[in-house]
């Protein structure tokens, strides 16, 4: 396991440390660029020399040799002695949106508040009120921040729970009975956040006497806290997430300090294979749809097969009744007068409905990314190395999508710098082969909805992405005129996760949904599905609401780092999940196409 991101993570952590003691700002800085460089590394830092690591930009003497005090002992002095002085809830304090170091340092120092219990106290009995820069609104929206993180808190998220399912579905796959394992329930139809997990195992038809082995071997995977249940064929077991399921190991340390999630298992037959992924894949709302329609028509369903109905109260599969279809969803489907529904589909929202075959964007679809940073801003790759990256993928276009100047804690780019930037793109372009490198920004819309740079200047720019960084606690009225103003600006091509909403964190802005749509349709403006498994913004109902309006749709994975670019998936399944097509996608169109339309945007 690579040591880039734990090592990020507590140079971050030292950072928030050490601001919210009032320490220097520039020691402060220094380690959140740091854990900036750190981050978007692609060699690993455990492997680096002490000369290799001074060469990288932002790391000091002194930082290198923390770097090397953390992968020789898995630890930092320095951040054990400030976690003696900062109270560990006061760290929590500063996850919510509103609580700054400044902030947590006033609630902890001047009104005894070291922990998000005793800020909801302080709350209540309204002694928060008589502390420096608490006034009520300040006040309200710590405590709607409170609330939406108790809310959210539970459920996991897309990226992360596809970690945890996956570590179960690799083991279960090399276990000698299993024909194949896969995730159900939620996670298998894409939703954005996961209460719990479901791993269906088909068995190989040689091994159908070996279901209780394949229920030892779910049991028996590292990162299983405790057992809850288990019988011959099925199994629900606790999973402990301080385990190493990507970041959340990185955040939790201790077994069982962390969230956890459940994980439960069936083991099925081959011959009842399709019935067992339909039954648990959901949703409830679909089911129910499906088991009325097999009444209707003079059948059963369950999770066993969908049988003919003989008025016996007994269930078929426990009579020896043959099923009509069983071993393939398709089966059940055809057999029900339906097309495949693709599981992202399956929410009661219209899909049956939907007339002939179903044709939703697939990952292979996509062509061309179009929200990119490198290191002229916050990204960590070069131009032609996220060129490459990219080429490599099967691209035929990467746009080079830095930060505006405002977003200035991103490395915005002043005009000045913009133009050269634009100059190194071009240079760039001219210097590969394979795919095109557009020039383009990631521009801030402004609280006015105004953009961050001048008209003559985007005017320069190949691709304009117009995002919501600052500002995300606007009146939902605010809001949208904010963003329709965006999109009403002719040198606009996308607008970029439109509420600026981070899954679990915050909840971003609250626009007018139809009225963003119908404007984007009017000015021929893509709305943009940032792959971010933090992010899903647009959100997959906003997505659906913009299809059915006739919008255009970008999936773009808002690369900083190589990695960024597996995202892509959860975009993608984002995009199905709103029943997105190829043909409104802008990143599965062909270079010709995709290059003429960002080029008519503003050109009359």
């Known amino acids: 396991m690579s040591l880039n991101q734990p090592l990020a993570d507590i140079l971050a952590r030292m950072a928030k440390m050490l601001d919210v003691l009032g320490e220097d700002a520039f020691k402060v800085n220094a380690h959140t660029r740091a854990a900036r460089t750190f981050e978007g590394l692609a060699d690993d830092v455990g492997t680096m020399s002490r000369e290799q690591l001074l060469a990288l930009q932002g790391v000091g003497p002194k930082l290198a040799d923390k770097a090397i005090e953390f992968r020789t002992t898995g630890r930092i002095a320095e951040h054990d002695e400030l976690a003696t002085r900062v109270p560990a809830?006061?760290?929590?304090?500063?996850?919510?949106?509103?609580?700054?170091?400044?902030?947590?340092?006033?609630?902890?120092?001047?009104?005894?508040?070291?922990?998000?219990?005793?800020?909801?106290?302080?709350?209540?009995?309204?002694?928060?009120?008589?502390?420096?820069?608490?006034?009520?609104?300040?006040?309200?929206?710590?405590?709607?921040?409170?609330?939406?993180?108790?809310?959210?808190?539970?459920?996991?998220?897309?990226?992360?729970?596809?970690?945890?399912?996956?570590?179960?579905?690799?083991?279960?796959?090399?276990?000698?009975?299993?024909?194949?394992?896969?995730?159900?329930?939620?996670?298998?139809?894409?939703?954005?956040?996961?209460?719990?997990?479901?791993?269906?195992?088909?068995?190989?038809?040689?091994?159908?006497?070996?279901?209780?082995?394949?229920?030892?071997?779910?049991?028996?995977?590292?990162?299983?806290?405790?057992v809850l249940a288990s019988g011959e064929n099925k199994c629900s077991v606790r999973v402990s997430?301080?385990?190493?399921?990507?970041?959340?190991?990185?955040?939790?340390?201790?077994?069982?300090?962390?969230?956890?999630?459940?994980?439960?298992?069936?083991?099925?037959?081959?011959?009842?294979?399709?019935?067992?992924?339909?039954?648990?894949?959901?949703?409830?709302?679909?089911?129910?749809?499906?088991?009325?329609?097999?009444?209707?028509?003079?059948?059963?369903?369950?999770?066993?097969?969908?049988?003919?109905?003989?008025?016996?109260?007994?269930?078929?599969?426990?009579?020896?009744?043959?099923?009509?279809?069983?071993?393939?969803?398709e089966d059940i489907y055809r057999a029900l007068g339906l097309p495949f529904i693709p599981p992202e589909a399956r929410e009661d929202r219209g899909e049956f409905e939907h007339l002939g075959p179903w044709r939703l964007i697939d990952l292979a679809d996509i062509r061309a990314e179009l929200h990119a940073h490198t290191k002229a801003s916050d990204g960590s790759l070069t131009i032609l190395e996220l060129a490459e990256d990219a080429k490599r993928r099967g691209f035929h276009t990467i746009a080079v999508t830095d930060h505006s100047q405002s977003s200035a804690q991103a490395g915005g780019l002043k005009p000045d710098r913009l133009r050269e930037h634009i100059a190194a793109v071009r240079e760039a372009n001219r210097h590969?082969?394979?795919?095109?490198?557009?020039?383009?920004?990631?521009?801030?819309?402004?609280?006015?909805?105004?953009?961050?740079?001048?008209?003559?200047?985007?005017?320069?720019?190949?691709?304009?992405?117009?995002?919501?960084?600052?500002?995300?606690?606007?009146?939902?009225?605010?809001?949208?005129?904010?963003?329709?103003?965006?999109?009403?600006?002719?040198?606009?091509?996308?607008?970029g996760h439109p509420t600026g909403r981070l899954i679990n964190r915050r909840p971003g802005l609250s626009p007018d949904i139809p009225a963003l749509v119908a404007a984007a349709r009017a000015h021929n403006v893509a709305l943009e599905i940032n792959a971010h498994w933090m992010r899903l913004d647009l959100r997959d109902t906003h997505t659906r609401a913009a299809i059915d309006a006739g919008c255009l749709i970008a999936i773009d994975c808002d690369v900083h780092e190589p990695s960024d670019f597996d995202n892509l998936a959860f975009g993608v399944t984002t995009a199905r999940r709103g029943w997105v097509t190829p043909e409104r996608c802008l990143n599965a169109w062909p270079a010709d196409r995709l290059h003429d339309w960002l080029r008519s945007k503003g050109r009359g």
């Open 432 to 495: 590969i082969t394979g795919i095109t490198i557009l020039a383009g920004s990631e521009v801030d819309i402004l609280s006015d909805g105004s953009l961050d740079y001048d008209d003559d200047l985007l005017r320069e720019l190949d691709v304009v992405v117009a995002s919501p960084h600052a500002a995300l606690s606007q009146d939902p009225a605010t809001a949208t005129a904010r963003l329709l103003r965006a999109i009403a600006h002719p040198l606009v091509h996308i607008l």
């Open 89 to 226: 809830g006061v760290m929590d304090m500063m996850e919510l949106p509103g609580v700054g170091p400044k902030t947590a340092r006033v609630l902890w120092q001047e009104g005894a508040i070291s922990d998000i219990p005793s800020l909801e106290r302080a709350i209540a009995d309204g002694s928060i009120l008589t502390l420096p820069r608490m006034g009520e609104k300040s006040v309200a929206k710590i405590k709607e921040s409170i609330a939406f993180r108790r809310a959210n808190s539970q459920r996991l998220w897309l990226g992360r729970a596809h970690d945890v399912a996956d570590v179960f579905i690799e083991r279960l796959k090399a276990h000698h009975a299993v024909a194949d394992a896969v995730a159900a329930g939620s996670l298998r139809r894409g939703r954005d956040t996961i209460g719990d997990l479901d791993i269906l195992a088909c068995l190989r038809e040689s091994h159908l006497s070996d279901a209780a082995g394949v229920v030892e071997c779910f049991r028996a995977t590292p990162g299983v806290s405790s």
């Open 241 to 329: 997430l301080a385990h190493d399921f990507g970041r959340w190991s990185r955040t939790h340390t201790a077994e069982g300090d962390g969230p956890s999630i459940q994980v439960d298992l069936r083991v099925t037959p081959p011959a009842t294979w399709g019935a067992t992924l339909l039954y648990f894949t959901g949703s409830k709302e679909h089911n129910i749809r499906l088991r009325e329609r097999a009444i209707a028509r003079g059948m059963t369903l369950s999770e066993w097969g969908l049988f003919a109905a003989d008025g016996i109260e007994s269930p078929p599969h426990t009579r020896g009744c043959t099923p009509i279809a069983a071993a393939t969803e």
